[in-house]
Nanobody, 114 residues
Framework: ARVAESGGGQVQEGGSLRLTCTTS???????????MSWYRQTPGNERELVAS???????NYADSVKGRFTISKDNVRRKVFLQMDNMKPEGTAVYYC??????WGQGTQVTVSS
């Protein structure tokens, strides 16, 4: 399977961005039957979990993004999204999509300026 993130960029504090994770080479049952997640990483730090969506549609969020970020997925198009609202400068990081634990994209840079 291949995973590619898009939608990153620069935004001012309080603004919004929508990240998209596009997958290919993954069969539908694998896409719908596994957890999809977004992580982020800053230089010198470990990759941290931002949000996850489990097969039944339930979601989990890091405390730092609860109420501001929303993860969703489109099973037909096999895409995963991360809507980021009311963004804060500490959200500046490279954001990665993780598919079924095993597959990672190359990441997309998000920069939030104050």
């Amino acid at each position: 399977a291949r995973v590619a993130e898009s939608g990153g960029g620069q935004v001012q504090e309080g603004g919004s961005l929508r990240l998209t994770c596009t997958t290919s080479g993954i069969i539908l049952s694998s896409f719908t039957g596994n957890t999809m997640s977004w992580y982020r990483q800053t230089p010198g730090n470990e990759r941290e979990l931002v949000a996850s969506i489990i097969p039944g549609g339930g979601t989990n969020y890091a405390d730092s993004v609860k109420g501001r970020f929303t993860i969703s997925k489109d099973n037909v198009r096999r895409k995963v999204f991360l809507q980021m609202d009311n963004m804060k400068p500490e959200g500046t990081a490279v954001y990665y999509c993780n598919v079924a634990v095993e597959y990672w994209g190359q990441g997309t840079q998000v920069t939030v300026s104050s």
